[in-house]
């Protein structure tokens, strides 16, 4: 199917705003875990908050297989900064395809252009791959309902005015998916951000743990209006978190090989370039074939999404397999550089702390595997 000329576009603006502004200076932010505020802003500035937010609200409104170009180009840069978009752009795909015309109005204008950021709460302190079991819940209250629970592990969540939170409406039904919703639900009284979690990779932007306390929300809080259809849902929006996850396992993929390419033309050994020994050329032949590999599930679960089709699977794929390669075109990276991989100087080392994250996030992929299981059963019932 391929990008329109305006995508086209788009990607060549993020690849030139990653080169010439991110990549030179990612390592002043990175290791020191600093909130990258400047750049936050030019990716507002630069309308990467409303790529999945319709024109009539603000958006750029671009494809899923653009979005997912945009992604990787991003993490190609600095992981963290795809990171810093990818609940934000669940969170718009839900309000977009599943709000209220009130919801719709209230939020996309200020989330398409990064006034409003969001994110998405899932996980809790007990679990994040069993979400049957969650605890936090909503009870009816005068008006509306009142939130007693919290969650952890939510990306982005100082600096969010947004939380699509899971969680249970009722209590009563089996099996406990039937009864949850998503709800839209700012900060306020009766809310909190109790802890910044310590973490491997992913620096610069932070990851907390919420504490709702009888937090109040209006009856229109719920998304779409009306309760109990939070997980269906969550699942589509999932869709797209999984194809932006594969996304940015591409990018930090894409950097890692790029730059083992190039030491491994730089450096010699043995009187030739090291990436002659056949050693060292098959690592880097094996690197790019896995990178192509990944590119080309993402690129198809992103493009059936666009066509209107059901993704759970094609999107697990993508994430499962481009999440593992680039875990291990990482550390084959690492490998190239030989002593300097393991080195803070250069590059490959935050690759290696980053590249686990998509592996656990958004679904860890032994659940990924589960649903790539399920769907083969289902889409190929005897
Ligand atoms: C940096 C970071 C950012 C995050 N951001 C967010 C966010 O913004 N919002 C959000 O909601 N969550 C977020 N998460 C949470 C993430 O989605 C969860 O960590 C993940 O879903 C796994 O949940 P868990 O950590 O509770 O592990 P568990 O569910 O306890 O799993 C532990 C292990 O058991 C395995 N396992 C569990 N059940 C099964 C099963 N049925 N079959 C096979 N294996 C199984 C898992 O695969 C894993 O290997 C983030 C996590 C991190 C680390």
């Known amino acids: 199917m391929g990008l329109s000329a305006d995508e086209e576009q788009m990607v060549a603006l993020v690849a030139d705003f990653v080169d010439d502004r991110v990549r030179p200076r990612v390592r002043e932010f990175e290791q020191d875990d600093i909130y990258p505020a400047e750049f936050i802003d030019a990716m507002k500035e630069l309308g990467f908050f409303g790529m999945l937010a319709p024109a009539e609200f603000g958006g750029v ?25 990818g609940g934000h752009s669940v969170i718009t795909y839900l309000i977009r395809n599943f709000g209220t015309d009130e919801q719709k109005s209230k939020y ?36 509306g309902w009142s939130i007693s629970g919290s969650k952890t592990w939510i990306s982005n969540a100082a600096h969010s005015g947004l939380f699509g939170l899971l969680c249970i409406t009722d209590r009563d039904v089996s099996p406990a998916h039937k009864g949850m919703s998503v709800i839209l639900v700012e ?50 929006g999932l869709e797209v978190g999984r194809i932006q996850v594969a996304s940015r396992a591409l990018g930090v993929g894409q950097a890692a090989l790029n730059d083992a390419i190039r030491y491994a ?18 690592l880097l032949a094996d690197m790019a074939t896995k990178q192509q590999a990944a590119r080309l599930l993402t690129q198809d679960a992103a493009e059936r999404l666009d066509s209107g089709k059901r993704v759970d699977m094609e999107a697990g794929m993508a994430k499962l397999f481009a999440s593992e390669a680039a875990m291990q075109i ?18 490959v080392e935050r690759y ?11 679904g860890t992929n032994e659940i990924q595997r589960n649903v790539i299981a399920g769907q083969l059963v289902a889409r190929n019932k005897i």
Not at 123 to 132: A, C, F, H, K, V
Not at 198 to 224: H, M, N, Q, T
Not at 265 to 282: A, L, T
Not at 333 to 344: F, K, L, N, Q
Request: with cysteine; net charge negative; aromatic share 8%.
């Open 265 to 282: 033309q730089e450096r010699e050994s043995f009187g030739k370039p090291i990436w002659k020994h056949q050693s060292v050329g098959n």
């Open 108 to 143: 996309l204008p200020k989330m398409a252009t990064g006034e409003i950021r969001a994110t998405m709460a899932l996980t809790e302190p007990g679990g994040g791959s069993d979400l049957q079991a969650m605890r936090t819940n909503a009870t009816r209250v005068d008006g």
């Open 330 to 347: 990482a550390l084959d990276a690492i490998r190239v550089h030989g002593g300097y991989g393991y080195s803070r100087e250069y590059d």
């Open 187 to 236: 900060p306020g009284d009766g809310f909190t951000i109790s802890k910044k979690l310590p973490k491997l990779g992913y620096r610069g932007v932070e990851a907390c743990e919420l504490v709702f306390d009888s937090r109040v929300v209006p009856d229109d809080a719920i998304l779409g209006g009306e309760p109990n259809l939070g997980w269906g849902h969550m699942m589509r």
């Open 61 to 85: 409104d671009v494809s899923t297989a653009c979005f997912a170009r945009v992604t990787e180009e991003l993490a190609r840069g600095w992981m963290s900064l795809a990171g810093a978009i």
């Open 352 to 362: 290696f702390r980053d590249a686990p994250l998509m592996i656990v996030g958004e």
